[in-house]
Structure formats: structure tokens, C-alpha cells
Nanobody
Framework: QVQLVESGGGSVQSGGSLRLSCVAS????????MAWYRQAPGKQRELVASINPFGFINYGEAVKGRFTISRNNTESTVYLQMDSLKPEDTAVYYCHRPVANVWGRGIQVTVSS
């Protein structure tokens, strides 16, 4: 059973940075696409970034140029480096493994102006 555990969230001022981590249990991490999504209050969940086993990366339009997704297959971990944070980045961020349709519990990121 795959489980995803996020860490690294918190509160930061506008313009600041945070780094999220997601550790995955279970086999074949290196063979799977991993992704980060977010959901702000009253809004639909949206894709933040995804990375496939070959390092191909896709970013949501709202975060391009500010966020960076990466992975460490040895540690079964995917990261989201968030720079130049804005108040509109405030949301619960979820780690996601699409093939198994597994979601982490989510972690709060709050950006104050």
C-alpha cells in the first residue's frame, strides 16, 4: 500500500520561500510520475507541478518561474521548492501519485502580505 507523507509547510511573508517534501512508501517510486497539487479555500484543486521518471516536468501556469519540483529516487522523495511566494499561493498542498491515485493528507502553506 502506497502512502505519501508531506512535510515542510508553514507560514511565510510575501516574497519568502518554503520547501515541501513528500516521502513515499511502497515499491517502484523511481518508475512513477509524482505530482503536487493545491487547493485554496473555495477553489478547486489544481496542479502545481509534476515530474515523470525521466525528469520531464510540467508546471501550472500560476507557479511557472517561481516553483521547482525535483525528486530523489534513492530516498523515494519528491520536493517542491517555492520561491517568491505570494498571498495567492496560500492553500493546502497535496502530494499525489497519479497511477495509484494516492494522495497525501495535505499540508498548509500560508503566505501573508
Amino acid at each position: 500500500q502506497v502512502q505519501l507523507v508531506e512535510s515542510g509547510g508553514g507560514s511565510v511573508q510575501s516574497g519568502g520561500s518554503l520547501r515541501l517534501s513528500c516521502v513515499a512508501s511502497g515499491p517502484d517510486f523511481e518508475k512513477r510520475i509524482m505530482a503536487w497539487y493545491r487547493q485554496a479555500p473555495g477553489k478547486q484543486r489544481e496542479l502545481v507541478a509534476s515530474i515523470n521518471p525521466f525528469g520531464f516536468i510540467n508546471y501550472g501556469e500560476a507557479v511557472k518561474g517561481r516553483f521547482t519540483i525535483s525528486r530523489n529516487n534513492t530516498e523515494s522523495t519528491v520536493y517542491l521548492q517555492m520561491d517568491s511566494l505570494k498571498p495567492e499561493d496560500t492553500a493546502v498542498y497535496y502530494c499525489h501519485r497519479p497511477v495509484a491515485n494516492v494522495w497525501g493528507r495535505g499540508i498548509q502553506v500560508t503566505v501573508s502580505s
